[in-house]
């Protein structure tokens, strides 16, 4: 069994800064990709951010140059600095593991970003 747990939302101002984690327990294999996903009220979740095990990334156009995506392998947690926060980032995030073909999901963290 996997658990996936998110933390580090919050309320911060438009141009402010966030740090979410995630952090991974359970049967975690050592090939893997791990993404931040966002889902803002009455659209439909969308990708911000993948990095794999081995430390690549890909960032969605709207979050490049702002977001930061890393991973420490020893504590199977991935971060996600997000710096220059605007409004329109306000969304729950979702921490997804992918390993040996399964998807694995958290419950969500909210950020809202004021204007």
């Known amino acids: 069994q996997v658990q996936l747990v998110e933390s580090g939302g919050g309320l911060v101002q438009a141009g402010g800064s966030l740090r979410l984690s995630c952090a991974a327990s359970?049967?975690?294999?050592?090939?893997?990709?791990m993404g931040w996903y966002r889902q803002a009220p009455g659209k439909q979740r969308e990708l911000v951010a993948v990095?794999?095990?081995?430390?690549?990334?890909n960032y969605a156009d709207s979050v490049k140059g702002r977001f930061t995506m890393s991973r420490d392998n020893a504590k199977n947690t991935v971060y996600l600095q997000m710096n220059s926060l605007k409004p329109e980032d306000t969304a729950v995030y979702y921490c997804?593991?992918?390993?040996?073909?399964?998807?694995?999901w958290g419950q969500g963290t909210q950020v809202t970003v004021s204007s």
């Open positions: 997804r593991l992918g390993q040996r073909l399964r998807t694995y």
């Open positions: 990095i794999t095990s081995g430390g690549s990334t």
């Open positions: 359970g049967s975690i294999f050592s090939i893997n990709t």
